[in-house]
T-cell receptor, first 111, second 114 residues
């Protein structure tokens, strides 16, 4: 079966711009989580969606938002980009009680 | 304070030996612990999940132990191979009120030398 698909793989944006990242989970997985990964901070939880509802949210500013569609695909949006938003953004899907399946991530560079 | 720690120093071992990685946590009410492998520029890959009431879990050459008294999980790779070289992450699932949350360690880099 197909894995978790994230698009795009790489992105370069300018400070102040906004960006939308996309994630298609494994078929049948209704839970989608988003993480930011940087070398110094490791994996930082952004938010989790389940059946189109945000179930959990991490400690990120309101510039970071997300949503989930009826087909379980998810998007996250970052507005007013800052240099510090440069990171690998990872999406993961899962079934209840099991481990996460991660996508390959989107490498975002803000210049 | 609440934290989860993995060895920050890289682990270098010889092919064929057993690699042992450590994950320690404090002040959490654990529900389960997961181990992942991550290669550079890729997302983590799920390896094993062990629940709070389980002492040990095995999968092929991998073994995980979970000691909630010591607040520690050990991850073993037996008969290690150069292909096992990667960063290994632990993630603790814990209870926070009526919610379950997950916190990640920073990972330990493992290098298996031929």
């Amino acid at each position: 079966k197909a894995g978790v698909t994230q698009t795009p793989r790489y992105l370069i944006k300018t400070r102040g711009q906004q960006v939308t990242l996309s994630c298609s989970p494994i078929s049948g997985h209704r839970s989608v989580s988003w993480y930011q990964q940087t070398p110094g901070q490791g994996l930082q939880f952004l938010f989790e969606y389940f059946s189109e509802t945000q179930r959990n949210k991490g400690n990120f500013p309101g510039r970071f938002s997300g949503r989930q569609f009826s087909n379980s695909r998810s998007e996250m949006n970052v507005s007013t980009l800052e240099l510090g938003d440069s990171a690998l953004y990872l999406c993961a899907s899962s079934l209840v009680g099991s481990g996460y399946t991660f996508g390959s991530g989107t490498r975002l560079t803000v210049v | 304070s609440q934290k989860i720690e993995q060895n920050s120093e890289a682990l270098n071992i010889q092919e064929g030996k057993t690699a042992t990685l450590t994950c320690n946590y404090t002040n959490y009410s654990p529900a389960y612990l997961q181990w992942y492998r991550q290669d550079p520029g890729r997302g983590p890959v799920f390896l094993l999940l062990i629940r709070e009431n389980e002492k040990e879990k095995r999968k092929e050459r991998l073994k995980v132990t979970f000691d909630t008294t010591l607040k520690q999980s050990l991850f073993h790779i037996t008969a290690s191979q150069p292909a096992d070289s990667a960063t290994y992450l632990c993630a603790l699932g814990y209870r926070a009120g009526n919610n379950r949350k997950l916190i990640w360690g920073l990972g330990t880099s493992l290098a298996v030398n031929p």
